[in-house]
């Protein structure tokens, strides 16, 4: 493949970090044994938190992090989870196995991680089983700085200033288990529930309505004509699966065809925004209302012998490919979409981590991830990728640095590329590769390094010329000064 910078179709816009955020839900181990070991645990850990977890994700920068869930924030109610740990309403996590949930992991739980990560915080409000005030007394507990009941409760919690939050999502998957609502209602909901979103903080709350479910392009519809003026974002939720929601296919044994349809349904991502804001532009052609994707990532079969409620999925270099497009994604479409969250961050479907009591690995698609870090906030290039290529790539440039990452989904194919830079490009400062020859390599806890990143020399550079051999199943990032 060529890559002409000069030709580059896309205009130049900058990446939001928040494309590379996470998110985080009560669900199976993905809080608790996960993140959450809480502070009289043998495993080392900083106020609750476990050190190796929280050290591991300092090195990927998440930009930002979605709580509490996904379908359990629309069975959360934050008064269960304040005050002290031993008086805390322990509730059945009705959606996630059945389990019990006794709350020791609450607001001010959450806070302290993302104390602790440096991210930013994007909270799911309830607005299947809650209440208006419920959202404003949370929304008050959480940013209010006067003498009011709620800044005071927080005081008395042990956490005299307000915290920040940045964005606020008002329901979740409102169209299934947020409330089976029609979009008509939904929309009436939303905008009554966002009139009482309080701005207490320096900034407003970004307010972000529940969106479509993969491809319903009705919901979009009727979402912006009926609610656009009343939202700053309208999420879309699309995971990548080898066949039908009843056969997701072994996240480890798999064959040479459910390789290729994971990836075709991970790049379906490409079309769905494309479908999705073409219908957002017909009620907001100035581009207002940004496209998050607040749930993305594969979701395969669960480990045999997990509890299946659990969704707990081993990760291979396959899911590194996925990561890594959709990431190339998001980049090329990066004028409307601002923010998104792979789901989940550590324990859940497509992890960054697993653990087991006090071990940890990591898995492929945290490589992605430390790989991509540079792209956040930077100036995009170009971005590419389409269903009928095998390569997909982005390129763009921050703090005097180019950045170019590409990824070779082919599971039996080297690909040659040639970009030409806009300039003559100086001294190499970064070259990593993620590769595997395996398709199912990945990371267990007894071999923690088959898939890790390694120095990549298959490069040569020449005034405005970089040439590279990218092998099958591969993911390459390269700095260059300019
Ligand atoms: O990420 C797991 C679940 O998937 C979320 O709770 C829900 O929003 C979605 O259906």
């Known amino acids: 493949m060529k890559i002409d910078l000069n030709k580059a179709q896309n205009s130049s816009v900058q990446l939001s970090k928040y494309l590379q955020g996470q998110f985080s839900e009560h669900l199976g181990r993905g809080i608790y044994g996960g993140l959450w070991v809480g502070k009289d645990s043998n495993i080392p850990n900083v106020n609750g938190l476990r050190s190796d977890v929280i050290e591991a994700l300092k090195k990927i920068h998440v930009p930002v992090l979605r709580w509490p869930g996904g379908c359990f924030a629309d069975e959360y109610h934050w008064r269960d989870g ?28 959450f806070f302290e991680l993302c104390r602790q ?42 956490h005299p200033e307000p915290w920040e939050v940045k964005f ?109 804001t073409k219908r957002m532009d017909r009620y907001d052609p100035q ?46 479409h990066a004028e409307r979409i601002h923010m998104a969250n792979i789901a989940q961050m550590v ?61 070779n989904t082919s599971l039996t194919t080297d690909e040659s590329v040639e970009v030409t830079m806009p300039e003559t490009i100086g001294a190499v400062t970064y070259s990593q590769i993620l590769h595997s020859d395996k398709a199912n390599a990945h990371n267990t806890f007894d071999e923690p390094d088959q898939v890790k990143m390694q120095e990549f020399n298959q490069v040569h550079a020449e005034r405005k010329t970089i040439r590279l051999r990218l092998p099958k199943m591969s993911v390459i990032t390269l700095k260059y000064k300019k």
């Open 287 to 332: 581009h207002r209302v940004d496209l998050i994707v607040d749930e993305w990532g594969s979701w395969l079969s669960e480990q045999a012998g997990t509890n299946p409620a659990f969704l707990y999925q081993q990760n291979t270099i396959r899911d590194a490919m996925v990561a890594a497009t959709t990431l190339n994604i998001f980049n090329k």
């Open 117 to 158: 990560l440096n991210t930013e915080a994007y909270i799911n409000v309830n607005v299947g089983s809650g209440s208006v005030r419920e959202m404003a007394d949370w929304i008050e507990y959480m940013t209010g700085s006067g003498d009011s009941t709620m800044a005071n409760l927080r005081a008395t919690n042990g």
């Open 347 to 407: 324990n859940v479907l497509q992890a960054m981590i697993l653990t087991k009591g006090s071990q940890m690995v990591l898995t492929p698609t945290y490589f992605v991830f430390q790989m991509y870090q540079f792209h956040q906030d930077a100036k995009r290039l170009s971005a590419f990728c389409s269903q009928g290529a095998d390569l997909n790539y982005t390129i763009s440039e921050k703090d005097g640095e180019y950045i170019l990452s590409f990824c």
């Open 82 to 109: 304040i005050g002290d740990p031993a008086g805390r309403r322990k509730i059945v996590n009705n959606n996630w196995g059945g389990t019990t949930e006794d709350n020791s992991f609450g607001t001010h739980e």
């Open 168 to 276: 606020l999502g008002i329901g979740n998957e409102t169209w299934g288990g947020g409330g089976n609502m029609r979009p008509e209602y939904y929309a009436d909901v939303y905008r009554q529930f966002q009139t009482f979103v309080r701005q207490y903080g320096k900034h407003p709350l970004y307010k972000i309505a529940c969106g479509p479910n993969v491809d319903d392009y009705n919901w979009t519809d009727v979402l912006m004509e009926r609610a656009a003026p009343y939202m700053d974002g309208l999420s879309l939720h699309h995971y990548a699966l080898t066949d039908v929601w009843e056969n997701k296919g072994d996240a480890v044994n798999f064959s040479e065809d459910e390789w290729n349809s994971l990836l075709y349904s991970a790049k379906r991502m490409d079309w769905l925004i494309n479908e999705h």
